[in-house]
């Protein structure tokens, strides 16, 4: 596994983000046939909050991102995207881990939602998510506190 870092996003972040969410996110857009290009990029700006997100860096440079927003009775796992030359070498397996970390020690459980059929899945449910309903488009999740 490549050294990573993640550090506080600031509004700066935001086109790097876009860009690569565009990227990661087609092939599972197209293949639900809800690819847009511009829907894509604009969904994010719309959502975007450097306050609750982290950028991930590898070997100082952009490799992906990940948000926690918090609210009333989880946090949200938001926004998670890696470079597509970087997944399945562990950071993403890295960086949950330590977000995961956070919220237990505060006794948060974690919600995300995740595309149907998305290989991220997997790395989910080996993370203790399990799936609370879904959707033709979206699975829902959540991992309680662990000990």
């Given at each position: 596994m490549a050294d990573w870092k993640i550090r506080a996003a600031s509004t700066a972040d935001v086109e790097a983000v876009v860009e690569l969410r565009a990227v990661v996110m087609r092939p599972d857009l197209e293949r639900l046939g809800r690819y847009d290009e511009h829907r894509?990029?604009?969904?994010?700006?719309?959502?975007?909050?450097?306050?609750?997100t982290w950028v991930i860096e590898?070997?100082?440079?952009?490799?992906?991102?990940?948000?926690?927003?918090?609210?009333?009775?989880?946090?949200?796992l938001e926004h998670f995207y890696l470079a597509p030359h970087l997944q399945g070498t562990g950071i993403g397996s890295g960086v949950l881990r330590e977000l995961l970390e956070r919220c237990d020690r505060g006794g948060f459980p974690v919600r995300l939602n995740v595309l149907q059929g998305s290989a991220a899945r997997r790395l989910y449910e080996r993370h203790g998510f399990e799936v609370e309903s879904e959707d033709p488009v979206a699975v829902f999740m959540v991992r309680r506190v662990s000990a």
């Amino acid at each position: 596994m490549a050294d990573w870092k993640i550090r506080a996003a600031s509004t700066a972040d935001v086109e790097a983000v876009v860009e690569l969410r565009a990227v990661v996110m087609r092939p599972d857009l197209e293949r639900l046939g809800r690819y847009d290009e511009h829907r894509v990029r604009q969904w994010l700006r719309d959502r975007f909050d450097p306050d609750h997100t982290w950028v991930i860096e590898v070997a100082d440079t952009f490799a992906g991102c990940v948000a926690l927003r918090p609210a009333e009775d989880a946090h949200w796992l938001e926004h998670f995207y890696l470079a597509p030359h970087l997944q399945g070498t562990g950071i993403g397996s890295g960086v949950l881990r330590e977000l995961l970390e956070r919220c237990d020690r505060g006794g948060f459980p974690v919600r995300l939602n995740v595309l149907q059929g998305s290989a991220a899945r997997r790395l989910y449910e080996r993370h203790g998510f399990e799936v609370e309903s879904e959707d033709p488009v979206a699975v829902f999740m959540v991992r309680r506190v662990s000990a």
